[in-house]
């Protein structure tokens, strides 16, 4: 391998302008990954004083094996073994474990000490006031909540893997993950946070689920951001009373789907209202688009279900989408303690229809775009798939807050039109040269570099 420093006056003599693009001070990669790591010294290690390699260089270096998008430990250990200068160089590891040196450091750990690294990332998005480009409906942060499964295996399982018996007879072990994001509904970026495991509890026979996976979610969330002016939106799984408690509970507002068949008491009350013309309902047609017209229908302070007729009291919202023949394209329903009128119906419809962007925009990516969500890097047999997930989600956060406000990554991006040919570049950098930083690497994706176009001749005679 050659260093990209040595390579610089090779690009000078070629004739073309090397313009160095500025970055955010404090949120471009390189200074992302020195606070990660410095989040990682502080988690306690659970080995020997003397041990050879230090928790923070093996929580380093799985995190490093999903920045660059490897798809199996083996083959982030054939990087260790050919190609580790880059990995020091980038993301500051003195040691580099093996494979199994890394499984078994981390197996053990307690997924709840590798929160702060997201904490940190979200103070400086603060700091550097990049999520008031996120706010919506009067400086709200809208929070997307949802379930996804990251593992599935009828052969292989671990003690705390989820079971269901199959009606092929077979047993499945199955992992899932309570995961949310901010997002809005005029961007593509979302803001992962640090995610909450679907998975057997330490001493718990039973299945764990995705409703207890919440309200774990929800207390860990609002103890580290107590006062952010939250609005969460969900599917309508989470429309019911003892969810919509949890919220309340947590001083967090909401917009959740529901819909006809789980709700029938609600729909029903709405029927009525409109037979007897006591619900608000009005039209607005779309600014780009002449033949698509929006339309709306809502109903304030109405009992959720019919057991809750005197508790809990919600507001209803309709809305769908029609062409000029009046034949409906979309439809959709939520439920809310915003106060609906005609002034906000069109945003809170907005708010809730950017739930899918953690379905597309996250796991998707996730799962679709080189991530490999859902390949299995290791079980281990007490928190290691657990880690991995956190550590995955980690560089996926990394990722987005580049695509969010760094001008240089969202050239390189631009540069080679797909993430995956992006991740391809980079890891090729990785390959080829010594890099000192990831700033270096982005900067030549951006400029290129000179090509030895010299003919090379047959090794053999």
């Known amino acids: 391998m050659s260093s990209l420093k040595n390579i610089v006056n090779r690009h000078r003599n070629s004739g073309k302008t090397f313009r160095r693009i500025r970055m955010r001070c404090h949120l471009n990669a390189d200074k992302l990954y020195a ?14 004083s003397n041990s050879s390699i230090a928790m923070t260089d093996a929580l380093l270096s799985g995190f490093a094996m999903f920045c660059l998008k490897d798809p199996s430990l083996l083959a982030f250990e054939k990087r260790k073994q050919e190609e580790p200068e ?18 078994t450091i981390l197996d ?59 009606r092929n007879g077979k047993e499945e072990y199955y992992q899932q ?19 909450e495991m679907i998975v057997k509890q330490d001493g718990i026979k039973k299945n764990d689920c995705e409703r207890n996976a919440a309200k774990r979610y929800l207390a860990d969330f609002r103890r580290e951001h107590p006062h952010l002016k939250t609005i969460v939106i969900e599917d309508g799984l989470a429309s019911n009373a003892p969810h919509i408690r949890e919220l309340e509970k947590h001083d967090l507002r909401y917009i959740l789907g529901v819909k006809p068949n789980d709700h029938e008491y609600l729909f029903q009350l709405v029927d009525e209202a409109v ?19 929006h339309c709306f229908r809502f109903l304030n302070n109405v009992p959720l279900n019919k057991s809750s007729e005197d508790s809990l009291r919600v507001n209803f919202l309709e809305y769908w989408e029609t062409d000029n023949a009046g034949n409906i394209r979309n439809r959709f329903s939520w439920v809310t303690d915003i106060s609906i009128s005609r002034d906000n119906a069109y ?37 290691l798939s657990a880690v991995f997930a956190h550590l995955l989600m980690l560089a996926f956060l990394v990722d987005q807050v580049q695509e969010l406000c760094c001008p240089l990554f969202q050239a ?5 039109g ?11 950098f990785f390959s080829e040269y010594i890099a000192p930083s990831m700033e270096v690497i982005l900067h030549y994706i951006v400029h290129g570099i000179p090509k030895n176009r010299k003919r090379i001749e047959a090794p053999w005679d």
Request: charged content about 30%; hydrophobic content about 35%; some cysteine.
């Open 86 to 103: 880059s990995l020091h160089e980038v993301f500051g590891i003195s040691r580099i474990p093996s494979d199994t040196q890394m499984r």
């Open 108 to 166: 053990p750990l307690d997924v709840r000490t590798i929160r702060r690294p997201f904490k940190t990332i979200f103070a400086q998005l603060q700091r550097g006031k990049v999520l008031e480009k996120m706010t919506w409906l009067g400086g709200y942060h809208l929070l997307a909540l949802d379930g996804t499964g990251i593992y599935t295996s009828e052969k292989m399982g671990s003690a705390y893997c989820l079971r269901k018996r199959k």
């Open 412 to 416: 390189a991006r631009a540069k080679c």
């Open 275 to 293: 037979a007897s013309g006591e619900i608000s309902e009005f039209h607005l047609p779309d600014p780009d688009n002449p033949e698509v017209h």
């Open 177 to 195: 993950m309570f995961a949310g994001a901010f997002v809005h509904p005029e961007r593509s970026e979302v803001i992962p946070t640090c995610p």
């Open 35 to 48: 606070r990660i790591r410095t989040d990682f010294d502080m988690v306690p290690d659970h080995r020997a």
């Open 418 to 428: 797909t993430k995956r040919y992006l991740w391809e570049r980079i890891r090729g």
């Open 347 to 383: 945003e809170i419809m907005r708010a809730g229809r950017s739930r899918w962007r953690i379905e597309n925009e996250a796991f998707n990516t996730l799962k679709n775009q080189g991530y490999n969500l859902e390949h299995n890097y290791g079980l281990g047999k007490q928190h």
